[in-house]
Nanobody, 119 residues
Framework: QVQLVESGGGLVQAGGSLRLSCAASGSTFSISAIGWHRQAPGKQRELVAGISSGGSTNYGDSVKGRFTISRDNAKNTVYLQMNSLKPEDTAVYYC?????????????WGQGTQVTVSS
């Protein structure tokens, strides 16, 4: 089992920055990829950014050039640096990990952290 705990959310003005952290615990060696999704009120959950065990990254179109995902394997922590924030970035941000059980893959999710960007 893998447990994920997010932190770093809050209220920020448009144009500002925030850094989210996601600390993983448990069977972290079984994580094949980890990343962030977000969900705004009334909208579907969408991919923000992901990073593989090999370090490859991918981003949602709406955040490319503004957000950067990184991971510290020694600390079992993944970060999301968010710059040039916009009101439309307001959402609950969820950390998620793709975990290999030995025979199949499954997703593990954190509880989410609120990010609010004021105009």
């Amino acid at each position: 089992q893998v447990q994920l705990v997010e932190s770093g959310g809050g209220l920020v003005q448009a144009g500002g920055s925030l850094r989210l952290s996601c600390a993983a615990s448990g069977s972290t060696f079984s994580i094949s990829a980890i990343g962030w999704h977000r969900q705004a009120p009334g909208k579907q959950r969408e991919l923000v950014a992901g990073i593989s065990s090999g370090g490859s990254t991918n981003y949602g179109d709406s955040v490319k050039g503004r957000f950067t995902i990184s991971r510290d394997n020694a600390k079992n922590t993944v970060y999301l640096q968010m710059n040039s924030l916009k009101p439309e970035d307001t959402a609950v941000y969820y950390c998620n990990a793709e975990v290999y059980s030995g025979s199949y893959y499954y997703d593990s999710w954190g509880q989410g952290t609120q990010v609010t960007v004021s105009s």
